[in-house]
């Protein structure tokens, strides 16, 4: 089975705190994302890595930056978190181009 | 820019009935459609997927889909609902260039009264 391992579960910074949101996956897979999901909107992509160092912008990437140094792992940063980052943060992975996304538990964080 | 709606919020249903859940997306081409299921606290679960051939796609827990290009609609629907299916519901849909790159709906969540 396809694990995508979060981090923590919950997490609790404060406001300015920078932030870091660790995924790791253990299938080999190429694709890495980090959505946010909050109620009523639904999940939105912050950034997708399609390769080690490679990263391109979703829907709503300001206000974080991400990481992929290797390939079975995509760090998401808060460079100085905002209450307004509070919210349910969630990374999945897929192979190649036309395959799944396979989720991770969710980090639940909360800027204070 | 592609999107997903999910026009109910919120359904209730009773154990044993049969249910189904909408879906209507916007997309140029021939889309790549997905159904996940999230459990509270959880991360998300595939349920179906629709890439290409049969429009009527089955999945996980007794659940289908079908795909109807005519309406852009990827309807979930399940026979008979058990207490255990409560949850939320997520429609979304992937990028041409990657699958995976998906855009979501906004969710359904389903309680189930017994």
């Known amino acids: 089975d396809v694990k995508v391992t979060q981090s923590s579960r919950y997490l609790v910074k404060r406001t300015g705190e920078k932030v870091f949101l660790e995924c790791v996956q253990d299938?080999?897979?190429?694709?890495m994302f980090w959505y946010r999901q909050d109620p009523g909107l639904g999940l939105r992509l912050i950034y997708f890595?399609?390769?080690?160092?490679?990263?391109e912008k979703g829907d709503i990437p300001e206000g974080y930056s991400v990481s992929r140094e290797k390939k079975e792992r995509f760090s998401l940063i808060l460079e100085s978190a905002s209450t307004n980052q509070t919210s349910m943060y969630l990374c999945?992975?897929?192979?190649?181009?036309?395959?799944?996304?396979?989720f991770g538990q969710g980090t639940r964080l909360t800027v204070v | 820019a592609q999107s997903v709606t999910q026009p109910d919020i919120h359904i209730t249903v009773s154990e044993g009935a049969s249910l189904e859940l909408r879906c209507n997306y916007s997309?140029?081409?021939?889309?790549?459609l997905f159904w996940y299921v999230q459990s509270p606290g959880q991360g998300l679960q595939l349920l179906l997927k629709?890439?290409?051939?049969?429009?009527l796609v089955q999945g996980i827990k007794g659940f289908e889909a079908e795909f109807k290009r005519s309406q852009s609609s990827f309807n979930l629907r399940k026979p008979s609902v058990h207490w255990s299916d409560a949850a939320e519901y997520f429609c979304?849909?992937?990028?041409?260039?990657?699958?995976?790159?998906?855009?979501f709906g906004t969710g359904t969540r389903l309680q189930v009264t017994l």
């Open positions: 979304a849909v992937g990028d041409t260039g990657t699958a995976s790159k998906l855009t």
């Open positions: 999945a992975s897929s192979f190649l181009v036309n395959t799944e996304a396979f």
């Open positions: 629709y890439f290409s051939g049969d429009t």
């Open positions: 299938m080999d897979h190429e694709n």
């Open positions: 890595s399609y390769d080690v160092k490679m990263k």
């Open positions: 997309y140029g081409a021939t889309p790549y």
